[in-house]
């Protein structure tokens, strides 16, 4: 079983959108959560941390539900530059007091059109 | 605002050459790591170093690479003998501390093994 499961995409939406990516882990001992952004052949960009409480940064929300594992990004009013590759990012250390692995999710890819 | 830093940006090299891709993480963070992503595929996990010392490494990990932080900032990849199948792109991150803090990457190394 895959650490880190997203559905690949691509999503198509229109400008003004809200769309939502969801992902799921395997290991509940897992530390830490985030979401990050990859554009075309470019590093990946740490979008937001997600707390177990949500928390929200302008148009973006991201939920953790540990129980089911399960992480979401919510984009309202979608932008073209939101155009992109978003990647969920597990850190699911070995020796989780200590040191880190942050497990990759293969991504979903958001197409936002004018 | 810090950044990670890698060089060079393209490098190819002959199968059975070695390379040694480079890394300036950022200054005051302890743990480092490298993650590859092989074009239109998703980031994998090398390995990760904190003390001077591997504290964890993927089975793409193999004989055939090392890493090595020869001084105070530059942290090395190293591919002895490469192979075709080592073309990809080849992402340093620096992290601050060992949970819930995110990791910061390089702009990345395009490898290409001809």
């Known amino acids: 079983r895959k650490e880190v499961e997203q559905d690949p995409g691509p999503f198509n939406v229109p400008e003004g959108a809200t769309v939502a990516f969801n992902c799921t882990y395997s290991n509940s001992a897992s530390q830490s959560f985030f979401w990050y952004r990859q554009d075309c052949r470019k590093e990946p960009k740490l979008l937001m941390s997600v707390y177990s409480s949500g928390n929200e940064d302008g148009r973006f929300t991201a939920q953790l539900n540990r129980a089911s594992q399960y992480i979401s990004l919510l984009i309202r009013d979608s932008k073209l530059s939101d155009s992109a590759t978003y990647l969920c990012?597990?850190?699911?250390?070995?020796?989780?007091?200590?040191?880190?692995?942050?497990?990759f999710g293969s991504g979903t890819k958001l197409n936002v059109k004018p | 605002e810090p950044e990670v830093t890698q060089t060079p940006s393209h490098q190819v090299t002959q199968m059975g050459q070695e390379v040694i891709l480079r890394c300036v993480p950022i200054s005051n963070h302890l743990y480092f790591y490298w993650y590859r992503q092989i074009l239109g595929q998703k980031v994998e996990f090398l390995v990760s170093f904190y003390n001077n010392e591997i504290s964890e490494k993927s089975e793409i990990f193999d004989d055939q690479f090392s890493v090595e932080r020869p001084d105070g900032s530059n942290f090395t990849l190293k591919i002895r003998s490469t192979k075709l199948e080592d073309s990809a792109m080849y992402f340093c991150?620096?992290?601050?501390?060992?949970?819930?803090?995110?990791?910061?990457f390089g702009q990345g190394t395009r490898l290409t093994v001809v």
């Open positions: 991150a620096s992290s601050e501390a060992s949970r819930n803090t995110e990791a910061f």
């Open positions: 990012v597990v850190n699911s250390g070995l020796h989780a007091a200590l040191f880190n692995k942050f497990y």
